[in-house]
Each structure stands twice: as C-alpha cells, then as structure tokens.
C-alpha cells in the first residue's frame, strides 16, 4: 500500500512540473498555477516520507526511530503547506482551479499521516 502511496506522490509531484512549466510557458497564471506547484513540490517531500516509511517498515522493530522521523516530518510538511498556501493566497489570489489545487495539496498532505502512522504503529516493539 505505501509502494502505491509513494507512486501516487510521484504523480502529483509531475502534476506541479507540468504547473510550473505551463505557468513559465505563459499558458498559466500565478494564481492557477501557484497551489499546484506548492502542491508538486509537497508531494516530491511525501514521496520522499513514504520510502523511508517503507524502510522503516523493513527493519522492523529496528525502524522505530526512522518511523517516528517520519512522522515528525509529516507534521512539518503539513505546516509547510499550510503556510505556503495561505501566503500564496494572501498575496497573489485564488482562482477556482487554485482553490481545487489548494484541497489537492492540504489533502495529500494530510493522507500523509496514514502511511507514517502506520510505519509507527507496525515497528512499535513489544
């Protein structure tokens, strides 16, 4: 399941790609644009997360300690994506298609937490 979670990041993650790419190109906006490339770049960082959990996982009780990592950074990707988006839209604006990345990135974020919490609970020792 993580494996699947990790491949789904490197999706999102070529999502804000293709975003900045088409925002450089002129063919977006910075108000369309701007949630989905914070959205990309959060994803590449989940990615990241969910291959140490997946290390973590295979190390088992060993990987406690990389779990928990995880898991703190979680939390921190999440207040990164907090704090990016609510500049972001602060400053520059938000557009419908801006508000769908903003849910796409808060929610990726969040979906986090499911696969670094389950590499805490199952390298939990005894």
């Known amino acids: 399941m993580i494996i699947v979670f ?18 450089r190109d002129g063919d977006f906006t910075a108000v369309q644009a701007g949630p989905f490339i914070a959205m990309g ?21 060993r990987g406690q300690g990389l779990a928990r990592g995880t ?3 979680t939390w921190l990707r999440l207040a990164a994506v907090l704090i990016v988006l609510a ?5 520059v604006g ?11 990135a808060v929610g990726d974020a969040l979906a ?8 805490v609970r199952r390298t939990r020792s005894g």
């Open 6 to 23: 990790a491949l789904a990041e490197i999706g999102l993650a070529a999502m804000g790609a293709t975003a900045w790419r088409w925002y």
């Open 41 to 61: 770049a959060s994803a590449a960082v989940g990615a990241i997360l969910a291959i140490l959990a997946v290390i973590a996982l295979l190390r088992g009780g």
């Open 71 to 73: 898991l703190n950074l």
């Open 87 to 91: 500049i972001f839209a602060l400053t």
């Open 94 to 104: 938000v557009s419908a298609t801006g508000v769908f990345g903003m849910f796409l």
């Open 112 to 119: 986090g937490f499911v696969v670094t919490g389950a590499a």
